[in-house]
């Protein structure tokens, strides 16, 4: 067990629809990232943040958006949802940037 | 261009033996690497890194080596065992905090 936890594990929607992945961090990091992993193109980097402010920024479709709270849980919206969006999204989270970062187990997404 | 990848997309080695799976990378200016373990189902897991001011970094039961004349990367794992089945992936960091993935290379083990 990492320490990232990530909700739901799975989600099942519609082309067209909007959801939002939840994550939240170890006790302790303050980065957060989001990656996307499909089967034609491994694992990508999608956002960073680092306590509450972007951080970088990967291949991100402007569809997807997302944001850390106080807190420093995070969100990751997905909208107008294609079929091609079907993946595993995770979370990852570190002390700090470039530090080494810690996996969650991951939301499949199911788009029919 | 920025782009991370690796030999072999699979590997399969003898219950025992010692496994090596490599990671080639196109950016010099890469300052550090990781190599992640994903078992089915799960998320992936650090299993060692290493910075570009060393060529060699030993963990247990694992070696990272850093060519960086020919901008390689390895892993070797000594003794493979069962549990040692998985994907691996190199990933590289440019810069800023993004990490770009390899590919993957799916590790079996034969009893």
């Known amino acids: 067990d990492s320490g990232v936890t990530q909700t739901p594990k799975h989600l099942i929607t519609a082309t067209g629809q909007r959801v939002t992945l939840r994550c939240s961090p170890r006790s302790g990091d303050l980065s957060v990232y989001w990656y996307q992993q499909s089967l034609d193109q491994g694992l990508q980097f999608l956002i960073q943040y680092y306590n509450g402010e972007e951080r970088a920024k990967g291949n991100i479709l402007e569809r997807f958006s997302a944001q850390q709270f106080p807190d420093l849980h995070s969100e990751l919206n997905l909208s107008s949802l294609e079929l091609g969006d079907s993946a595993l999204y995770f979370c990852?989270?570190?002390?700090?940037?470039?530090?080494?970062?810690?996996f969650g187990p991951g939301t499949r997404l199911t788009v029919l | 261009g920025e782009s991370v990848g690796l030999h072999l997309p699979t590997l399969s080695v003898q219950e025992g033996d010692n496994s090596i799976i490599n990671c080639a990378y196109s950016?010099?200016?890469?300052?550090?690497f990781i190599w992640y373990k994903q078992e089915s189902g799960k998320g992936p897991q650090f299993i060692i890194d290493i910075r570009s001011n060393m060529d060699k970094r030993q963990g247990q039961r694992v070696t990272v080596l850093l060519n960086k004349t020919v901008k390689h990367l390895s892993l070797q794992i000594a003794a493979t065992q069962p549990g040692d089945s998985a994907v691996y992936f190199c990933a590289e960091s440019q810069g800023a905090q993004k990490l770009v993935f390899g590919q993957g290379t799916r590790l079996t083990i034969n009893p």
């Open positions: 990852a989270s570190s002390v700090a940037p470039l530090n080494e970062q810690f």
């Open positions: 950016n010099s200016a890469s300052d550090y």
